[in-house]
């Protein structure tokens, strides 16, 4: 089993920026892929951001892509999500998830935390 646990998340003005933290545990946390993915109220969940697991390939979403950074640290067993040049639309829920593989599908997942709310004010 592999648990997630994030953190990071609350209320900020556009424009402004936080840093999402997805703590890993359980099983080699270097065997694991991990993405992020986000659900705003009423609409389905969404692929934001993924890095593999030695932090070499990362990808995002075209909504997201130079405005959030997503990163790595093994040792930590930790995964980051820097976001920058937020918009009220990036409002939502954000997961991270883990799998053995490197995916934007979040029905290919097999481990997710619990969520954090980001709420980005006008």
């Known amino acids: 089993q592999v648990q997630l646990v994030e953190s990071g998340g609350g209320l900020v003005q556009a424009g402004g920026s936080l840093r999402l933290s997805c703590a890993v545990s359980?099983?080699?946390?270097?065997?694991?892929?991990v993405a992020w993915f986000r659900q705003a109220l009423g609409n389905e969940r969404e692929f934001v951001a993924s890095i593999s697991r030695n932090g070499l390939r990362t990808g995002y979403a075209d909504s997201v892509e130079g405005r959030f950074t997503i990163s790595r640290a093994n040792a930590e067993k930790t995964v980051y999500l820097q976001m920058n040049s937020l918009k009220p639309e990036d409002t939502a829920v954000y997961y991270c998830a883990a799998d053995l593989s490197l995916h934007n599908n979040a029905a290919a997942y097999d481990y997710w935390g619990q969520g954090t709310q980001v709420t980005v004010s006008s």
């Open positions: 359980g099983r080699t946390f270097s065997d694991y892929n």
